[in-house]
Every structure is written in structure tokens, then in C-alpha cells.
Nanobody
Framework: QVQLVESGGGLVQPGDSLRLSCAAS????????IGWFRQAPGKEREGVSC????????YYAASVKGRFTISRDNTKNMVYLQMNSLKSEDTAVYYC????????????????WGQGTQVTISS
């Protein structure tokens, strides 16, 4: 069964850091592009970052560029999102999914949304 499971969210203060993890099972991660998306209350889901499966090219939304870093460990079938200098506007549920990387990025038609992990930035 193809599955991606997010973890690592939490409640932190502005300026803090978090690392989100995306664990893949049922398929070999290294062949696929994976994206992180987020959805804040009352807002549409938006693409945050993406990493390609072929050559590890990375893409970032303008709002997170310079603060977030996406990476993958194919030996562990994991994708990570390191989030630094967090702001209140980063508060959202974060999802990982097979993606079509680019500007903009899209969830791949074969992907399915998981439960996500809640990130809350508050003082």
C-alpha cells in the first residue's frame, strides 16, 4: 500500500525551528518527486516546497524561501522539511504528497492526501 505519513509538527514560538518528516512506504521514494503543502484555517491549500525524484532539484514558495529547506534520505525512504525562523503565518496543517515540482507545484494526480501534521506558531 502506497502511503506517506507526516510527523514532527507542534506548537512553537515565533523564531523557533521545526523539522517535519514524511515517511514513505509501499514504494521506492527515490524515483518520485515529493512536495510539502500546507493549509491554514480558512485558506486554500498551498505548495510550500518540492524536491524532484530524478535530480533532487528543489523549489520553494516565495514566502518560505531562505527559511525552509527540503531534503530527502532515500536510504530511509524519508523526506524532511526543516523550518527555521518560523512566523505566525506559517501556522497550518502540513502535508507531504507525490508532486509535480515547478512554479507552481501541484499534487500529482496519483497522490493521495494524508492526515497532515499541525504546526502552530504562537507566543
Amino acid at each position: 500500500q502506497v502511503q506517506l505519513v507526516e510527523s514532527g509538527g507542534g506548537l512553537v514560538q515565533p523564531g523557533d525551528s521545526l523539522r517535519l518528516s514524511c515517511a514513505a512506504s509501499g514504494f521506492t521514494l527515490k524515483y518520485y518527486s515529493i512536495g510539502w503543502f500546507r493549509q491554514a484555517p480558512g485558506k486554500e491549500r498551498e505548495g510550500v516546497s518540492c524536491i524532484t525524484g530524478s535530480d533532487d532539484m528543489t523549489y520553494y514558495a516565495a514566502s518560505v524561501k531562505g527559511r525552509f529547506t527540503i531534503s530527502r534520505d532515500n536510504t530511509k525512504n524519508m523526506v524532511y522539511l526543516q523550518m527555521n525562523s518560523l512566523k505566525s503565518e506559517d501556522t497550518a496543517v502540513y502535508y507531504c504528497i507525490r508532486a509535480l515540482c515547478g512554479r507552481p507545484m501541484y499534487a500529482h494526480p496519483s497522490g493521495s492526501w494524508g492526515q497532515g501534521t499541525q504546526v502552530t506558531i504562537s507566543s
